[in-house]
């Protein structure tokens, strides 16, 4: 056996393979951006909370304006951050190709390294539609990453304008 036969014999399985990992990780790249969203926008929500019960010990009226600037500046990193953030989350149609009804039919039809090629190419397709989709979803989830530090420096920032200054 030459190495061209083991080249054309190997390289349809070798396509397929590569092509399902790459599908997985890309859904398993999905799943985690997910994960990090939920508990980014939980994070967020804990610590504004957290800062607005304190206020409210203190007396929000007792407050100087540049601490009340802060806060409302804060919240609007918040909400601005829950926007990005859902919309990064919210449902996708994600594609994961081959059809399984077209899969069942073809696989009736043709031999198994056609199929390989096939269900290869498949994956491939689903693989490029979505990760223009991944792409959007990292950036929105990157931009609400930066929100949380601006809401979290600026409720730092007036929990020491608190401390340290006199009401």
């Given amino acids: 056996m030459s190495n061209r036969d083991i080249d054309s014999r190997s390289s349809p399985q070798v396509f397929y393979e590569l092509a399902m990992n790459r599908l997985d990780a890309q859904m398993n790249r999905v799943e985690?951006?997910?994960?990090?969203l939920a508990s980014l926008i939980g994070f967020?929500?804990?610590?504004?909370a957290i800062f607005a019960a304190v206020l409210q010990l203190r007396g929000f009226a007792q407050c100087s304006l540049w601490i009340i600037i802060l806060l409302g500046l804060a919240g609007a990193s918040y909400l601005a951050l829950i926007a990005f953030a859902l919309h990064?989350?919210?449902f996708r149609e994600w594609d994961f190709r081959p059809n399984l009804k077209k899969l069942d039919e073809y696989s009736m039809k043709y031999g198994d390294s056609i199929m390989r090629q096939w269900v290869a190419r498949e994956c491939l397709r689903s693989y490029t539609d979505n990760e223009k989709k991944l792409s959007s979803k990292t950036s929105d989830?990157?931009?609400a990453m930066w929100l949380l530090t601006i809401e979290t420096t600026l409720l730092i920032v007036a929990a020491f304008l608190a401390l340290v200054c006199p009401d």
């Fill in 141 to 143: 989830g990157r931009k």
């Fill in 32 to 36: 985690a951006v997910d994960r990090k």
């Fill in 44 to 48: 967020a929500s804990v610590i504004i």
């Fill in 88 to 90: 990064a989350y919210r």
